[in-house]
């Protein structure tokens, strides 16, 4: 179902490199099938949004949010791995990765069957993990 997503338009790309995703955060439909089609998209073309799907810290509140899930995740490996997106039971070790630029930026903690990355997911943002 993805494939059809290879050949979007340059737009497409400027489009979701200013969307807010605290969109996840807020809405708890985003945990849906439609969303695990997103997420795919996503971390498929992370070679064309690198700054975008990362989990390296790019700010202070990159920094924050990755120092929030230290010791309950690990960083997802995005260079030189496959991953499948079926929907699975979850197992550990959770990985978590950062979507989205600056206030906009969430961290989604993934807990997937092997190589099955997107079997659970679940956003924060910022404000979300400020009392933790």
Known sequence: MVENFENLPGAVYDDIRHFDFRFFVSHPQAH????????????????HLPDLVRTDAKSTSDQ????????????????????SFSQRAPVHPP?????????????IILCGDGDDMFGEFTFYSLEMLGDI
């Open 95 to 107: 990985r978590y990765a950062l979507l989205g630029h600056g206030a906009q930026t969430v961290l």
């Open 32 to 47: 849906s099938y439609p969303c695990h089609i997103v997420l795919q998209w996503l971390f498929l073309q992370r070679a």
């Open 64 to 83: 924050q949010l990755i120092d929030k899930c230290r010791g309950v995740a690990r960083p997802l490996e995005l260079h030189g791995r496959r991953y």
